[in-house]
């Protein structure tokens, strides 16, 4: 596991070093908007299982994905007027909206951060992003990098990269509403 310090110095080139990782199929550890997150590309369904299984969790329960834009987020589901009207004013920022996939059953949980370093990072991929807490489900996420590190120090699967930006402002996980329905549904706050 390579661990990589980022600074306001160094922000494009640890865009470029962890697309290069993520290009590869490699699971990445990264600051968010909101906490520490497991990254991958969201369309490599090998590195998405091997997320599943470095946070132990349930392949039942979907792992939300980040997005660069509404333009990315229309690729991915079906997003009528009221709805993109809503998502304008909440993203970017820490909302997960739970949204129709688009052309297939079931939902998908979509996020535009508000992170410069990870929007920069979603531009050069040009793809969807995993976007799920790094921790080990049932165990706190954590905007302390060191208290990530420790969650997966002992473990058989680790990271492949972890881009370190210290402590990240207090916060917690984003807020999930459900906008399938309407008038739309808080699902964690």
Do not use: C, M, Y
């Given at each position: 596991m390579e661990v990589l310090k980022l600074s306001s110095e160094n922000l494009n080139e640890m865009v470029q070093k962890t697309a290069r990782s993520i290009r590869r199929g490699q699971i990445v550890i990264c600051p968010t908007d909101t906490v520490y997150g497991l990254i991958c590309d969201a369309t490599n369904q090998k590195a998405v299982k091997r997320i599943i299984l470095l946070k132990r969790r349930s392949p039942q329960k979907p792992i939300p994905v980040f997005v660069k834009d509404i333009k990315m987020a229309k690729r991915l589901a079906e997003i009528n007027r009221t709805q993109a009207a809503f998502l304008k004013e909440v993203w970017p920022g820490a909302v997960t909206a739970v949204l129709k996939r688009k052309n297939s059953q079931g939902t998908i949980g979509?996020?535009?951060?508000?992170?410069?370093?990870?929007?920069?990072?979603?531009?050069?991929?040009?793809?969807?992003?995993?976007?799920?807490?790094?921790?080990?489900?049932?165990?706190?996420?954590?905007?302390?990098?060191?208290?990530?590190?420790?969650?997966?120090?002992?473990?058989?699967?680790?990271?492949?990269?972890?881009?370190?930006?210290?402590?990240?402002?207090?916060?917690?996980?984003?807020?999930v509403i459900d906008l399938t329905l309407w008038p739309p549904k808080i699902l964690r706050y």
């Open positions: 979509l996020r535009i951060p508000n992170h410069k370093w990870l929007l920069g990072l979603a531009e050069q991929l040009n793809r969807p992003l995993t976007g799920t807490s790094a921790n080990i489900s049932g165990k706190p996420a954590s905007t302390e990098i060191k208290e990530v590190l420790k969650q997966f120090k002992n473990q058989k699967n680790q990271p492949d990269l972890v881009i370190d930006a210290g402590g990240l402002p207090r916060s917690k996980p984003s807020t």
